[in-house]
């Protein structure tokens, strides 16, 4: 379809959201200030929200009825498949003893988690892709977290290739001449500025930028979720583990994926979230259903490492199924414990959010719910509108910036906002969800807030390597 077309589509879509945190939240404290409009304003707050639905759920039929689905499938399916087959190529040069190669290390920091740990492990896949080379792990028995290595889990990262050796060698960044490259500047984000390597997401490949920015909401989610979807292919026996937690916990569709994260993060990372608020977004999801007639028992997968949340959620919302195990939560976010069962049912978390759940609420803040919503999103043409995140918008671990364009000029109200001119960049801080965003606009470098709907995400590209023999 024109890319203007679905563009627009998706900005009428996310900005009906926009006017309604904007509106919801306003009348919210206006209901806090004026004692005596309560009723009228709580009234005005029902009309609203269901003006909300009617009109949400309209531009999301537009994407059934505007007869571009089956191209989008054939698009994503193209895409996806493409891009698999350039990193099995890279990955499985046909003669070890000569490919070219960048070394990479397992980060063994103590206060990176699981999921922290596998975003440093990607990003040196990404650099891997974007200039050709296989990448080797330097340091297999560095992988703490599951007794046998990554590979206990997860297919290796190549099946042709796995040794280091090589007959020039020379810390990142090297150049093309050299064989092996090694990446381990001490750990890239520690590393001097002119180390960082470019091809870090946000970043995407120039040669496929246009066609991931017509099919994707959000073109950096998708790109992600697609080298995940590569490290995360199961082992059969893992298959067969996540085949059985699917029958003993009853999975059925459709279903709303709730990961709250609790515990160790709540120290000094995030904020508490009560289940309350979580819960707000899931009753929201199963009204639009209902207004499309779909009329279904309304069932949670929730996947948190707090497992006193069962018992909350199956009292507090009897009419709610929810599917899930406590015993699966029990990973102890006590990082010393991430041994092995524990690490097993984490991926069995983030296997059920990213592959079995029709819509994510949870806090972009973790890892773990990032990686779920990533890989989410490779498994389908644009699940760039299927979630809620009570936190942070989605930003990738180590991501130089991600940056906000202005589309309309803004007068600021008050010392709290910002001028805007069109074209102008901001370095997004984040979304406040009630209209506004807050970040830095790199023109008057002031750090303050500015309207939510009056910019667009800007799309950062680089040359990366562009496989050109490599063809479906
Ligand atoms: P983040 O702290 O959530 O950003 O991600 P990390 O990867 O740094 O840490 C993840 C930690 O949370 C690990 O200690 C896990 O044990 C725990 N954890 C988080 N979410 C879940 C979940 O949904 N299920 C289980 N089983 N454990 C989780």
């Not at 560095?142 to 796995?162: A, M, Q, R, V, Y």
Request: aromatic share 12%.
């Amino acid at each position: 379809p024109p890319e203007r077309y679905e563009v627009l589509r998706r900005r009428i879509y996310s900005n009906t959201k926009e006017i309604w945190y904007y509106v919801s939240s306003s009348l919210g404290s206006l209901a806090n200030e004026i004692e005596d409009l309560k009723q009228k304003i709580s009234h005005m707050k029902t009309m609203v929200d269901e003006h909300y639905r009617s009109l949400l759920r309209d531009v999301a039929k537009l994407a059934d009825v505007d007869g571009y689905s089956q191209w989008r499938w054939k698009e994503f399916d193209s895409l996806s498949r493409l891009v698999e087959k350039r990193l099995l190529h890279a990955q499985n040069p046909p003669d070890c003893s000569k490919a070219k190669k960048l070394l990479c290390n397992f980060v063994n920091k103590h206060s990176c988690g699981y999921g922290c740990r596998v975003h440093h492990f990607i990003k040196c896949l990404f650099v891997a892709y974007a200039t050709e080379r296989t990448m080797i792990i330097d340091n297999p028995k560095n992988w703490k977290f599951t007794s046998g290595g990554w590979e206990k889990l997860f297919l290796p990262l190549s099946d042709t290739c796995t040794s280091k050796d090589g007959d020039t060698v020379s810390l990142w960044p090297g150049d093309e001449s050299i064989q092996v490259i090694n990446y381990n500047v001490p750990t890239p984000e520690y590393a001097p500025k002119r180390l960082h390597p470019p091809y870090i997401p946000v970043v995407l490949p120039e040669d496929l930028a246009g066609r991931i920015k017509v099919l994707h909401g959000d073109p950096a989610v998708w790109w992600i979720g697609q080298f995940l979807k590569y490290i995360f292919r199961p082992q059969p026996s893992t298959t067969i583990l996540f085949n059985e937690f699917a029958k003993r916990a009853h999975f059925q569709k459709p279903i709303v994926g709730l990961h709250i994260r609790r515990t160790d993060k709540l120290i000094s990372e995030a904020s508490l979230h009560k289940l309350e608020e979580y819960m707000y977004h899931v009753e929201e999801y199963y009204k639009l259903k209902e207004l499309n007639g779909e009329y279904d028992t309304k069932r949670i997968y929730l996947a948190t490492d707090e497992p006193t949340l069962f018992d909350e959620a199956r009292q507090k919302y009897p009419e709610y199924d929810v599917i899930g195990d406590p015993e699966i939560s029990k990973t102890g976010s006590v990082r010393k414990r991430e041994l092995d069962d524990s690490i097993i049912n984490i991926n069995i978390d983030i296997y059920f959010l990213a592959y079995h759940c029709d819509y994510l609420v949870c806090t972009f803040s973790s890892n773990v719910c990032r990686l779920a919503y990533a890989i989410m999103n490779s498994l389908q043409p644009d699940a760039s509108a299927k979630f809620t995140s009570l936190d942070d918008t989605f930003y990738f671990s180590g991501q130089v910036h991600r940056l906000n364009v202005a589309l309309i000029t803004h007068k600021a109200d008050n010392p709290d906002e910002m001028d805007l001119e069109v074209g102008d960049e901001i370095e997004v801080a984040g979304n406040h969800w009630d209209g506004y965003s807050k970040g830095t606009n790199l023109r008057t470098k002031k750090t303050l807030l500015y309207p939510t709907f009056k910019v667009t995400t800007k799309i950062e590209v680089l040359p990366f390597a562009s496989y050109p023999n490599i063809t479906l």
